[in-house]
């Protein structure tokens, strides 16, 4: 079965990939992963491929434990892997709410990183990996500088992820829109 998984599939950029990831792939499902079910749902019937809402918080560490399953369960052939989910903050570092703030780090990077990480064992030579970081993740930005900080993780993580599976014909590549 070939596939795409999609986080942050339920809105933003993450939403827009589910439409586009469709039209260029020629996909069995697409697995759309975020938290609110209700909004994967509408995305049933939109695409040419069978869409699979699956609802995870990926700022749950089981969630890692569910999406390992199935890929053991299903063993799919995962043609792309589209890491959009994310989050931010905007004010000043000491202002702003600690534990948010380990949030951002935790969607942001580590989920990021852990879904690339059960990913790949499923993909072929010609499959793609997309990770969503910013323009932020260029320099340092006050007032978003853990949002930042996590952007230039994701484009740093991308950039050599992309040398180590070269050879395995595994694209990778890192967005930075904004």
């Known amino acids: ?11 933003g950029m993450g939403r827009e990939f589910v439409g586009a990831i469709d039209k260029e792939f020629e996909l069995d499902e697409i697995w759309v992963i975020a938290r609110r079910e209700e909004r994967l749902a509408e995305l049933k019937g939109t695409c040419r491929a069978a869409v699979r809402p699956v609802p995870l918080d990926l700022m749950e560490r089981s969630s890692y434990d569910v999406y390992k399953s199935m890929l053991e369960a299903e063993k799919p052939e995962i043609q792309v892997l589209v890491n959009a989910a994310g989050c931010g903050l905007f004010g000043t570092f000491m202002d702003m709410d600690m534990d948010q703030q380990l949030d951002i780090i935790e969607l942001n990077d580590k989920a990021l990183m852990a879904f690339c990480h059960m990913s790949v064992p499923y993909m072929p030579a010609g499959s793609h990996i997309i990770n969503l970081a910013s323009n932020s993740s260029w320099q340092p930005v006050p007032y978003i500088n ?3 900080a996590s952007k230039a ?17 595994i694209h990778v590549m890192a967005v930075a829109p904004g």
């Open 1 to 11: 079965m070939k596939i795409a998984v999609i986080t942050g599939a339920s809105s």
């Open 146 to 148: 853990v949002y930042g």
């Open 153 to 169: 993780f994701v484009m740093s993580f991308s950039r050599s992820l992309g040398v180590e599976l070269k050879s395995r014909g």
